[in-house]
């Protein structure tokens, strides 16, 4: 693991073509992975759980189902964007998996996004890791080389929906009151050109434009319209229709899909990798400006308040 752990992004090559192939490097993988658990049995099925995820995969069809299970909204803290970028590493590594379901243990959330603590109150040093490791989700759930669905059950705003959009395929489950969308412009920050490209190459420049700056979260049913998610389905069937869609996809056979996928999405990643340090920069001037620790800070008592 370590081993993998060291590994930097990195090209394969595969027949005429080079498919993108990730690495998770936060240089802080040890204590997390030995909190872990996991089990095979004779099918080569496997189980593994650590503190924000838990991986079931299924040996006999290849498909693993990825659940957030970090209490009590799945805020993608730095704990738990290293440990989903490490499991799907591994998943990625492993021959026996084909392609992965990101969804939810917990009820009504499929993620809050990323965590505002992280990005709050916190020195800058603490502030660049935090997003080296948003950068590094991003670019192994888009770049992945296997077959990612999310299965949306429950609301998913800002980097929730980031990840969402940067798989494959979107299944939402139909309650009207979950929400999905790039709300940052509410928060008072913004989002930065990646984000701003998923959102294009998934529901066109008119609808991100006007997503960006009212900070639109959508409905469902709204969602579908847009083309913000690909179904919308009832939430007891959202698991079971994102392994029919995955069985679909499964279908075709995996260099052709690979290859395509790549083509499609390099040049983002691309884009991505040439410009890390300048975008860590950029993150980190913007995030320690007062007036945005203020307005962070205004909007996470608004959140606690309106609870009481
Ligand atoms: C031009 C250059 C640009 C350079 C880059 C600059 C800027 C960077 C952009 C950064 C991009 C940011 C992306 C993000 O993802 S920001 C996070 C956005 N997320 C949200 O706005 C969601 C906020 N949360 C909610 O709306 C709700 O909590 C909910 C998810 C709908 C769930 O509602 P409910 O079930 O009613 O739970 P509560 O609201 O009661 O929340 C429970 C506790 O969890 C805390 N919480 C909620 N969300 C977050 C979060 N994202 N991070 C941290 N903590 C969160 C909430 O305060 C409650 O805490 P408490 O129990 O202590 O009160």
Redesign the pocket.
């Known amino acids: 693991m370590a081993a993998v752990l060291r590994r930097g992004f990195r090209l394969v090559s595969f027949g005429s073509s080079q498919l993108l192939c990730g690495g998770c490097k936060h240089g802080r993988t040890s204590s997390l992975s030995i909190c872990s658990t996991s089990s095979r049995n004779s099918s080569s099925s496997s189980s593994s759980s650590s503190s924000h995820v838990k991986v079931d995969l299924d040996g006999s069809t290849g498909i693993a189902v990825v659940k957030f299970q970090s209490s009590?909204?799945n805020?993608?803290?730095l704990d738990f964007l290293t440990e989903l970028c490490i499991s799907l590493e591994k998943l990625e590594l492993d021959r026996s998996c084909r392609g992965v379901i990101l969804t939810s243990a917990l009820p009504?959330?499929f993620?809050?996004?990323?965590?505002?603590?992280?990005?709050y109150g916190k020195n800058p040093e603490h502030y660049a890791e935090f997003?080296k490791s948003?950068q590094e989700i991003w670019l192994k759930v888009y770049g992945y080389s296997k077959i990612a669905i999310a299965a949306i059950n429950g609301?998913s705003?800002?980097?929730?929906c980031?990840v969402s959009m940067a798989c494959d395929y979107r299944i939402m489950a139909d309650d009207p009151r979950y929400?999905i969308g790039?709300?940052?412009a509410?928060?008072g920050?913004?989002?930065?050109f990646w984000?701003k490209d998923t959102m294009v190459n998934t529901v066109g420049f008119r609808t991100t434009e006007l997503s960006l700056q009212f900070g639109l979260m959508y409905s469902p049913s709204d969602a579908l319209k847009i083309g913000l998610v690909d179904q919308v389905v009832p939430e007891e069937n959202v698991l079971s229709t994102a392994t029919e869609t995955i069985t679909k996809w499964l279908a075709i056979p995996d260099h052709a899909r690979e290859i395509s996928k790549s083509m499609m999405r390099k040049p983002m990643v691309d884009r991505l990798l040439a410009s890390r340090e300048s975008?860590i920069k950029?993150?980190v001037n913007?995030?320690t400006k007062d007036s945005?620790q203020k307005s962070l800070g205004f909007?996470?008592n608004s959140?606690?308040q309106?609870?009481a």
């Open positions: 009590p909204v805020s993608m803290s009504k959330i993620s809050a996004g990323l965590d505002i603590t992280e990005m997003w948003v609301s705003p800002a980097g929730g980031l929400r790039l709300n940052e509410q928060l920050i913004v989002a930065p984000f975008d950029n993150f913007f995030i945005i909007y996470m959140l606690k309106r609870k």
